[in-house]
């Protein structure tokens, strides 16, 4: 995710193949990913790496909109790990938070 906002693109003269996906990951392993516990410590430590540069680096608009995205899905996550939390038997640990 970046903070870009890109135009809107003109005709490229040629037809567009069609979207071909390729998984490289299996199921098990994309799910597991997902999981809330997980993602959230990773959505923190890339809004804190973003914010340094923000902060240290270089203030521009494409940035604070890269911030402002990143902050709400970290919002997202949270959320998600509270209502996990108030679901009883697979209540969130917070030894996965440190």
């Known amino acids: 995710m970046n903070g870009a906002i890109l135009s809107r693109v003109r005709s490229l003269g040629f037809p567009i193949p069609e979207e071909t996906v390729v998984q490289l990951m299996s199921e098990e392993e994309v799910k597991s990913r997902k999981r809330v516990e997980l993602r959230l410590p990773r959505q923190a430590k890339q809004f804190l790496d973003l914010l340094d540069h923000y902060l240290n680096v270089k203030h521009s608009s494409e940035l604070h909109l890269a911030l402002k995205a990143h902050f709400e899905r ?11 939390s108030l679901s009883g038997p697979g209540a969130v640990s917070s030894s996965l938070l440190t």
């Open 74 to 84: 970290l919002r997202k996550y949270f959320k998600r790990l509270h209502l996990k």
